[in-house]
Each structure stands twice: as structure tokens, then as C-alpha cells.
């Protein structure tokens, strides 16, 4: 922990690109770590132009895509993704409305289907009822042939 590392980059635990997210390789230490002058700034170059940082604090690591790549081009391609998500997001909405009306479909049809179940229920409760009364009709019909 801490102090024998402490002198290393920060860079040896590899970083991720602050403009579009790549994994950026791990450097072995300051000697894959080069400071030129690019686009008129003072800048850390990680193993030989794999990807870059700003030699000011605040700086973000950019993978070497997007350091050679004008910032219109960048903008644009943000701008895409962002479509692209929005896109994305609209369809699964449509989706889960889909679902939902299937979802509300099947209880209707399950409500049906209980309806149907209990009217068949009653109607044999009826049946069962009209069956009592005939037998009871017979019986009666027995006892006054006996008489
Ligand atoms: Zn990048």
C-alpha cells in the first residue's frame, strides 16, 4: 500500500478515455511517458501516442482516436450516439406500452373466462335445483299411486 507506488503515474493502472470511454492500456511507468508540445499545449504522450493528457492537472486521458480527431467530427458522433439513445429509449417505451395493452388484454380475457365460469356454475345450480324438484314431483306421484 502507498508509499513504494506512490511515485508512479497514475497512469499505471491504466485510465479510460474521458471522450468516449475506451480502456486505455496500463503503463509500466514514467518511461512510457513522453511530454511534447501538440496543438500548441504541453502534453503527456502514454506509450508512444496510445493516448494522451494534458500536463495540467485538471486534464482528462484521450485515447489517440480522439486526440487526432477534430472536435466538429467528436461533437457530431456525440450527437449521434445521443440520437442513437433516444432512438433506443422510444422503442422501448413502444415496447412496454405493447406489453401493457397484451398484459391488459389477458386479464380481460381472464375476467371473461371467470364470468363465463360462473354463469355455467349457476346454470348447474339451476339444473341441480330443477332435478330436486322432479324428484321430489316423482315421490310425490309414488305416494298418491300408493294411495
Ligand atoms: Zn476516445
Known amino acids: 500500500m502507498g508509499g513504494i507506488y506512490s511515485n508512479e503515474?497514475?497512469?499505471?493502472?491504466?485510465?479510460?478515455?474521458?471522450?468516449?470511454?475506451?480502456?486505455?492500456?496500463?503503463?509500466r511507468g514514467w518511461r512510457d511517458i513522453k511530454i511534447k508540445k501538440i496543438y500548441g499545449k504541453w502534453t503527456h504522450e502514454f506509450l508512444g501516442g496510445m493516448y494522451y493528457r494534458e500536463k495540467?492537472?485538471?486534464?482528462?486521458?484521450?485515447?489517440?482516436?480522439?486526440?487526432?480527431?477534430?472536435?466538429h467530427i467528436l461533437k457530431k458522433r456525440e450527437q449521434e450516439a445521443a440520437e442513437r439513445a433516444r432512438a433506443k429509449a422510444e422503442e422501448d417505451k413502444a415496447e412496454t406500452m405493447?406489453?401493457?395493452?397484451?398484459?391488459?388484454a389477458a386479464k380481460a380475457e381472464a375476467l371473461k373466462a371467470t364470468a363465463e365460469l360462473m354463469k355455467a356454475k349457476s346454470l348447474s345450480d339451476i339444473n341441480t335445483k330443477e332435478n330436486?324438484?322432479?324428484?321430489?314431483?316423482?315421490?310425490?306421484?309414488?305416494?298418491i299411486d300408493i294411495e
Do not use: Y
Open 9 to 27: 503515474p497514475m497512469e499505471v493502472a491504466g485510465a479510460v478515455c474521458s471522450k468516449c470511454g475506451e480502456d486505455l492500456p496500463q503503463i
Open 56 to 71: 495540467i492537472p485538471t486534464a482528462k486521458h484521450v485515447c489517440k482516436t480522439c486526440f487526432w480527431t477534430p472536435e
Open 98 to 104: 405493447r406489453l401493457q395493452a397484451k398484459a391488459e
Open 132 to 143: 330436486v324438484n322432479e324428484s321430489l314431483i316423482r315421490h310425490d306421484k309414488h305416494i
